[in-house]
C-alpha cells in the first residue's frame, strides 16, 4: 500500500517536501521515503525495494521478494517508466478507482497517524518545522514496534512480521538533549587559546532518530 503526501511546508531539511508511506500488508509496518520531487519515487522505490528484500530475506532466511503495489492513479504511479519498473520487476500493481479514497485507506489512515506522532514530537520539543523529515522517518520506526489493531491479538507489525517480541531499549524521546563526543582536534575549534583536554567533551544535541547506515 502506497501513497503519497505533500508538499509540506517549509521545506524539511535536505530540501525534501513529499513523503512516500509504504505499508506491508502482512504485518502493517510502515516505511517513509523523502522526496524533493514527485519526479523522484521512482528512483527511491527501486532503493526500498533492494534494501527492504535483502533484510527481510537475511531475518527470514528465506527469498523475500515485493510481490504486488496497490495505490491511488497519480501521476507518478501510472507513468511510463514506473509501468516499465513494476514489469521488469515483475510486480503486479493494483489502482484505486479515481475518487475513491478508501480503497487506498491503509496508506492514507498510516499518513493520518504518523503526522499525529510527528505534530506532537515537533511541538511537544519545541523544534522547527524544518525537522519534519526526521521526523516522520522516525515514527515510521517507532510505529513497527507498537501494537496495531490491524493485526491479531493487536500486535505490534515486527512481531507480526518476526513472530519475536520487539525491543525498545534503543527508543529515546524524538528531540530530547543528547550529546556528541567532540575529537581533540574539534575541540580546538571551539577555544584555541586552551588547551583541548581541558575543553569538554562533547557537544549538547538535539535527538533526530539513528543513523540509516552506521550502528548507533
Same mark, same amino acid.
Given at each position: 500500500h502506497m501513497d503519497t503526501f505533500g508538499p509540506?511546508? #517549509?521545506t524539511?531539511?535536505? @530540501?525534501?517536501?513529499?513523503?512516500?508511506?509504504?505499508?506491508?500488508?502482512? *504485518?502493517r509496518g510502515a516505511s517513509v521515503l523523502l522526496l524533493k520531487l514527485k519526479s523522484q519515487l521512482l528512483r527511491e522505490l %527501486? %532503493? =526500498?525495494k533492494d534494501r527492504f528484500e535483502t533484510m527481510w530475506s537475511r531475518i527470514k532466511h528465506m527469498k523475500i521478494r515485493v510481490g504486488s503495489i496497490r495505490s491511488d492513479n497519480a501521476g507518478e504511479y501510472v507513468s511510463k517508466t514506473m509501468n516499465d519498473f513494476l514489469f521488469s520487476s515483475k510486480i503486479d500493481r493494483e489502482l484505486s478507482v479515481p475518487l475513491s479514497s478508501p480503497q487506498n485507506g491503509v496508506a492514507e489512515r498510516h499518513i493520518q497517524r504518523l503526522t499525529v506522532m510527528v505534530r506532537h514530537a515537533l511541538l511537544s520539543q519545541r523544534? %522547527?518545522?524544518k525537522f519534519w523529515g526526521a521526523a516522520f522517518k522516525y515514527a515510521a520506526h517507532v *510505529? =513497527?514496534?507498537l501494537p496495531s489493531m490491524a493485526n491479531p491479538s493487536s500486535q505490534s507489525p515486527w512481531q507480526v512480521a518476526t513472530g519475536h517480541l520487539p525491543s525498545i531499549d534503543h527508543l529515546r524521546v524524538f528531540g530530547c538533549r543528547c550529546w556528541s563526543f567532540l575529537t581533540l582536534p574539534e %575541540? *580546538?575549534?571551539?577555544?584555541?587559546?586552551? *588547551? #583541548?583536554?581541558?575543553l569538554p567533551a562533547a557537544e549538547v544535541c538535539r535527538?533526530? @532518530? #539513528?543513523?540509516?547506515h552506521s550502528k548507533g
Amino acid at each position: 500500500h502506497m501513497d503519497t503526501f505533500g508538499p509540506l511546508r #517549509p521545506t524539511a531539511i535536505g @530540501g525534501f517536501r513529499y513523503i512516500v508511506v509504504i505499508v506491508e500488508d502482512m *504485518s502493517r509496518g510502515a516505511s517513509v521515503l523523502l522526496l524533493k520531487l514527485k519526479s523522484q519515487l521512482l528512483r527511491e522505490l %527501486r %532503493r =526500498w525495494k533492494d534494501r527492504f528484500e535483502t533484510m527481510w530475506s537475511r531475518i527470514k532466511h528465506m527469498k523475500i521478494r515485493v510481490g504486488s503495489i496497490r495505490s491511488d492513479n497519480a501521476g507518478e504511479y501510472v507513468s511510463k517508466t514506473m509501468n516499465d519498473f513494476l514489469f521488469s520487476s515483475k510486480i503486479d500493481r493494483e489502482l484505486s478507482v479515481p475518487l475513491s479514497s478508501p480503497q487506498n485507506g491503509v496508506a492514507e489512515r498510516h499518513i493520518q497517524r504518523l503526522t499525529v506522532m510527528v505534530r506532537h514530537a515537533l511541538l511537544s520539543q519545541r523544534l %522547527r518545522f524544518k525537522f519534519w523529515g526526521a521526523a516522520f522517518k522516525y515514527a515510521a520506526h517507532v *510505529s =513497527w514496534l507498537l501494537p496495531s489493531m490491524a493485526n491479531p491479538s493487536s500486535q505490534s507489525p515486527w512481531q507480526v512480521a518476526t513472530g519475536h517480541l520487539p525491543s525498545i531499549d534503543h527508543l529515546r524521546v524524538f528531540g530530547c538533549r543528547c550529546w556528541s563526543f567532540l575529537t581533540l582536534p574539534e %575541540r *580546538s575549534k571551539t577555544n584555541s587559546k586552551v *588547551s #583541548p583536554k581541558l575543553l569538554p567533551a562533547a557537544e549538547v544535541c538535539r535527538f533526530v @532518530g #539513528p543513523a540509516e547506515h552506521s550502528k548507533g
